[in-house]
């Protein structure tokens, strides 16, 4: 029997790699001859430096500034010409100061992607020339600023002095020097892993959607919303007005604006973030022949079937002639109908098995290793 588990991060619970190899400990109790491959895997977001180091990919540690100019280190993965970004190691919300009530020190206006425009740098420093940059739990509002300014632009006041990091300092940008951007940029390809549609303003865009869970109040948003058109108007006299209309573009607004910053300037292309993550691991190679694909991620909701990992992982078995598919979760909030049409033949919640959402989560490597060891058995048969 042949066995392939690919699921993504339960988020505050257990790392992708961590939830694939708790499955695989229950199935090998029951399956011992069974063929398992553990491929942990992720949407763009957090955990997709280690999907790809998990696949083989080498690590490269560089120092990089944080989002509040905290200097902290970030991984990048590299293999051969390619190099995998993952937003969130330098910029998102996971690396942000903590304060002393132990929280996240969210600020919206003063935080950059500075670090991200370094990581970039770092990789081509390392030869590569194709980049995937994927952008999910930034912590910055500042249209990809900083990521140009890591990349050499310069960002000017009135007076020529460099701007303030931030969405915030964007207020008093008077012009934008791109003639130092690094001219390596023009020979690399720039992949934008990035599921996000949203344009770079207005109510739908960058500022209102996602500025509020980065801490921004009501006025942070206005203030932010008018410092993006700010940049974008900047940009435009420096490159055009190929770059006031690239804030229109879907994915303009992902992670705080960066999306609008690589695809106006860096010339990247906007693909969904799954689909590049499973590419890039190879996947679907692994597949052909395959008895049983388990994947799945901390909960499955309507957000998951707008192209969250699971769904992707059971669209792509599907499509490979797998006979069976099965999605692991930490909650379900989805109908059997919606089940169906993910592409799953079930989907098991570890909270049918302990009700109790804080024991879940601190027992979810043993309750899935039961998950595991049950669907062996139940499966013995195909064996």
């Known amino acids: 029997m042949r ?22 400990d229950g199935l090998a109790a029951v399956l011992p001859t069974a063929e398992v491959h553990c491929q942990p895997v992720a949407d763009g977001g957090e955990g997709t430096v280690a999907a790809a180091l998990a696949s083989g990919y080498r690590p490269v540690r560089v120092g990089v500034t944080g989002p509040l100019g905290v200097p902290l280190e970030a991984t990048f993965a590299v293999d051969g010409s ?14 942000l100061p903590v304060g002393a009530d132990g929280e996240p020190a969210l600020d919206a206006l003063a935080a950059t992607s500075l670090g991200t425009g370094e990581l970039i740098r770092a990789a081509l420093d390392a030869g590569c020339t194709e980049i995937v940059l994927g952008v999910g739990g930034s912590a910055n509002t500042d ?11 310069r960002l000017l006041d009135a007076e020529g002095a460099p701007v303030a990091n ?50 921004a109040n009501p006025a942070d948003v206005e203030t932010l919303d008018a410092n993006l058109a700010n940049f974008r108007d900047r940009l435009a006299e420096a490159l055009g007005p190929d770059a006031a209309e690239a804030a229109d573009t879907p994915g303009a607004g992902a992670a705080g604006g960066v999306g609008y910053a690589a695809l106006a300037v860096l010339g990247a292309e906007r693909q969904p ?18 008895d049983l694909v388990i994947t799945g991620e901390g909960s499955l909701d309507s957000q998951s079937l707008g192209g969250k ?10 499509a490979h002639g797998v006979p069976t598919v099965i999605g692991v979760c930490g909650r379900s909030l989805l109908s059997a109908a919606e089940v169906r049409r993910a ?41």
Request: hydrophobic share 50%; net charge negative.
């Open 3 to 24: 066995i392939v588990i690919a699921p993504d991060k339960f988020k505050g619970s257990l790392e992708a790699q961590e939830v694939a190899e708790a499955l695989a």
């Open 82 to 95: 390619r190099a995998v970004i993952e937003m969130a190691a330098a910029s998102g919300l996971l690396v």
């Open 143 to 153: 249209g990809g600023a900083g990521v140009l300014v890591g990349l050499g632009a």
């Open 166 to 215: 931030g969405g915030g300092g964007l207020a008093g940008l008077a012009s934008v020097d791109l003639s130092g951007l690094d001219a390596r940029l023009t020979d690399a390809r720039i992949v934008l892993a990035a599921d996000v549609t949203n344009p770079l303003l207005g109510p739908d865009g960058a500022a209102a959607v996602f500025g509020p869970q980065k801490g």
């Open 273 to 290: 973030g799954v689909d590049v993550v499973l590419g890039l691991v190879g996947l679907a190679d692994r597949l052909p022949g395959v």
């Open 309 to 318: 990992t699971p769904v992707g992982v059971a669209e792509l078995a599907r």
């Open 343 to 383: 592409g799953f033949d079930e989907v098991i919640a570890l909270l049918d098995r302990q009700p109790d959402p804080t024991r879940a989560m601190a027992e979810a490597a043993s309750l899935l290793t039961e998950v595991g060891t049950e669907l062996g058995r139940r499966y013995t048969a195909l064996s």
